[in-house]
């Protein structure tokens, strides 16, 4: 695929005209993610690996007797819950989008998924929302997601430090969904374990000093400091601020803090750490690097697969039941992501539309490896690095 296409795929539709069943006219995707705020340096990717699914459809021939996809971009801002649910009721009701990949942070992904998915019967399919409340949020079968849940998490997190024998940590995390609820399960498991939290303690996004938020945490003592925050915002913050003073310097990172940009800026306080973010590995995965890397876009930032696989899984939906309308297709998005079925990696998608157009079964594995469990989680799998020379290093997939 040249980077044309891409280029091409990228750009946003406007105007008000709603794609309608049986006609000719683009099926809209909302793609709602926080191309501002904490976690902004990640998202471009994501939203190409979007737009990659939907050129790749494209090109196969469209879906539903050649109707082509069409993305429309939204900001989630990942943090603002009003203007992310602003955002998405303009996916809505101005752009007429017959299914959602989206949100991406926690907080605003419970919010649009309350006040304008369900409200209007949208189906959502988020690849980073990790919150473990979400898993028993009110959602009409609506919500799916390709990220794991930080119930999970928490639990790799804390045998990651039991593999390292550290028995004594501090943990900081953003005050929000997403932090406290792994903070929670983290706490949970590393004590269940027999280790102790000497502290957890909350920071806020955007301030330009940490240092008491560091005092607190150096003042209870641990072998090493969990940093349970964005990258962007606080969680780099906390972790200069603890280098800087000589607090720590040992930090172990949940997902939220895997970035590039963090470990190219901070490299002499983060070498010798390590930390943990959803990952696959296989002949999906390779398939969707080579794709990525053809179009243009890094495929190892954070959630790049993830955000692949939920467009595809909402275009297949779509295929399988013969319908846009999210509460007709919302019924297949299990079907074709479990077996039985033809297995489908990434660059295979105009095959699985072909099988599903003659009434066959298709298993889509993706990038991620995809499995759907409960009523729409991803089974999913983490990888355990260690940062060397500036370097992320894998250790194990867990």
């Given amino acids: 695929m040249n980077k044309l296409l891409l280029a091409t795929a990228l750009t946003a539709a406007a105007g008000a005209a709603t794609a309608q069943e049986g006609s000719g006219d683009p099926i809209r995707i909302g793609v709602i993610l926080g191309f501002t705020g904490p976690i902004e340096s990640i998202t471009p990717n994501m939203g190409n690996a979007a737009d990659l699914a939907i050129s790749e459809i494209n090109e196969a021939g469209g879906i539903l007797e050649g109707r082509m996809l069409e993305a429309v971009r939204a900001d989630s801002t990942c943090i603002d819950a009003a203007a992310a649910t602003a955002a998405a009721e303009r996916l809505v009701t101005s752009d007429g989008v017959a299914g959602i990949m989206g ?98 303690a909350p920071h806020e996004d955007g301030k330009a000093d940490y240092s008491a938020e560091i005092g607190a945490l150096s003042s209870a003592g641990g072998e090493a400091l969990v940093v349970l925050g964005y990258s962007d915002q606080g969680g780099r913050g906390m972790i200069q601020s603890a280098y800087d003073t000589g607090a720590f310097d040992t930090f172990m990172m949940g997902d939220g803090m895997f970035s590039n940009e963090l470990i190219t800026e901070l490299s002499n306080a983060l070498d010798g750490s390590f930390g943990a973010v959803p ?80 009434g066959g079964d298709v298993d889509y594995v993706g990038g991620t490896n995809v499995e759907l469990v409960g009523s729409g989680e991803a089974a999913g799998t983490y990888r355990e690095y260690d940062i060397q020379d500036g370097e992320f290093v894998t250790v194990e997939i867990h």
């Fill in 103 to 200: 949100a991406d942070c926690s907080g605003v992904t419970g919010a649009i998924l309350a006040n304008v998915a369900v409200p209007n019967g949208v189906a959502m399919v988020s690849p980073s929302a990790t919150s473990p409340a979400l898993s028993s949020a009110e959602d009409n079968d609506l919500f799916f997601r390709t990220a794991p849940s930080d119930a999970r998490q928490g639990q790799v997190l804390a045998d990651i430090l039991q593999s390292r024998d550290i028995g004594q940590v501090a943990v900081t995390y953003t005050n929000n969904d997403y932090g406290k609820g792994l903070a929670d399960s983290f706490t949970a498991s590393f004590e269940e374990a027999g280790g102790t939290v000497t502290l957890s």
């Fill in 279 to 358: 990952w696959s590995e296989g002949e999906g995965t390779d398939a969707f690097a080579a794709q990525a890397e053809e179009a243009g876009f890094d495929p190892a930032t954070s959630y790049t697969r993830e955000s692949y696989d939920g467009v595809a899984l909402l275009a297949l939906a779509m295929q399988a039941a013969g319908s846009t309308d999210p509460n007709e297709y919302k019924a297949s998005m299990m079907d074709v992501a479990n077996a039985p079925g033809e297995e489908i990696l990434p660059g295979q998608l105009g095959r699985a539309m072909e099988i599903l157009a003659e």
